[in-house]
């Protein structure tokens, strides 16, 4: 199962520009082997595939020659975006390098005529908003410092799978969660997720295999964790 950090960014034009205008900058050549692919767009919103190359460095072994070999070896790397221009969000499915160098690519694209700051999302309203849906599985959380008696404070892991009302745990215990690993189903399609106390999310599931609707659900959980 392919697992992909969701990192969220707010996102900012300074000059205005039209659905077009924005395409046409984004798919001009920024510099060397690097491209940006816009698979789908409308008038507020676009996603697209930020590719580019890198370089991997690894050591092998020659028995012929009895000595190792270092190799280098050029590598192609997509990461998939997404911009929501109407409430002003981008989100990166990947790493953090990665994030940076779509980062980098978007500012070259705009002249640097963009805003793109870290966007903060709070556990507390995903999980509020999760709480209000009807097709969201718990199954496992992991809270730490949990009072077993007066001076005794134990890390644990409980399995909410089974239980009928598992964010009535969950709020029992919302000050001590550090992470919540679940699943969402829509049109018969589970997607599994890591929410972190951080407001770090990991979602286990390829972007691009994840069905429309599904997106829809992650964008608008998105929104309501940073409202």
Not at 37 to 65: A, C
Not at 133 to 149: C, G, H, P, S, T
Request: glycine share 4%.
């Amino acid at each position: 199962m392919a697992s992909q950090g969701l990192l969220v960014y707010k996102f900012e034009l300074l000059d205005k520009m039209d659905c077009d205008d924005i395409i046409s900058r984004l798919e001009r050549e920024i510099f060397e082997e690097t491209r940006i692919i816009i698979e789908d767009y409308e008038q507020t919103s676009l996603s697209g595939i930020y590719i580019y190359s890198e370089i991997y460095k690894e050591r092998e072994y020659n028995f012929e020659k009895n000595i190792f070999v270092d190799l280098s070896t050029k590598k192609y790397v997509t990461v998939n975006f997404h911009i929501d221009l109407a409430n002003k969000l981008l989100d990166i499915w990947g790493s953090k390098k990665g994030a940076q160098r779509v980062i980098t690519g978007l500012s070259l694209a705009f002249d640097n005529k963009v805003i793109i700051d870290a966007y903060t999302l709070d556990i507390n309203k995903i999980i509020n908003y999760m709480r209000s849906k009807d097709n969201i599985k718990v199954n496992k959380i992991k809270a730490n410092d949990i009072l077993l008696e007066h001076d005794l404070l134990a890390d644990c892991t409980f399995d909410l799978s089974d239980r009928r009302a598992p964010f009535e745990t969950i709020a029992k215990y919302k000050d001590n969660i550090q992470r919540i690993a679940l699943k969402y189903v829509i049109s018969n399609e589970e997607v599994a997720m890591t929410l972190y106390k951080t407001g770090a999310v990991t979602v286990h599931k390829n972007r691009q295999n994840i069905k429309p609707e599904g997106l829809l659900f992650i964008y608008e959980m998105l929104l309501a964790a940073g409202r």
